[in-house]
Nanobody
Framework: QVQLVESGGGLVQAGGSLRLSCAAS????????MGWYRQAPGKQRELVAD???????NYADSVKGRFTISRDNAKNTVFLQMNSLKPEDTAVYYC?????????WGQGTQVTVSS
């Protein structure tokens, strides 16, 4: 079955950076839109960024200019580079195949930004 395995989360101070990775398997990665969602405690899950098979990217307003989504089709991996992190970026981040709706979800990786 489809597998999405996130890595790269952790604890970082405000203003710092993290790079999330998502290794995908058991589907044709290159033709799929991929996304990153996040869910903070007590809040609804939100779409942070996505990237089409052709490399077109979209971002939530809250992360524009700070986060960058990219993909490496040769390695079946999607990335989320997060710069200038803020405490409000604290959440569990999920990699997805497809967005709106997301068809498959990874297990999530925790990102905690301290002030």
């Amino acid at each position: 079955q489809v597998q999405l395995v996130e890595s790269g989360g952790g604890l970082v101070q405000a203003g710092g950076s993290l790079r999330l990775s998502c290794a995908a398997s058991n589907f044709i990665f290159s033709i799929n839109r991929m996304g990153w969602y996040r869910q903070a405690p007590g809040k609804q899950r939100e779409l942070v960024a996505d990237i089409t098979s052709g490399g077109t990217t979209n971002y939530a307003d809250s992360v524009k200019g700070r986060f960058t989504i990219s993909r490496d089709n040769a390695k079946n991996t999607v990335f989320l580079q997060m710069n200038s992190l803020k405490p409000e970026d604290t959440a569990v981040y999920y990699c997805t195949r497809g967005t709106r709706p997301a068809l498959n979800w990874g297990q999530g990786t925790q990102v905690t930004v301290s002030s």
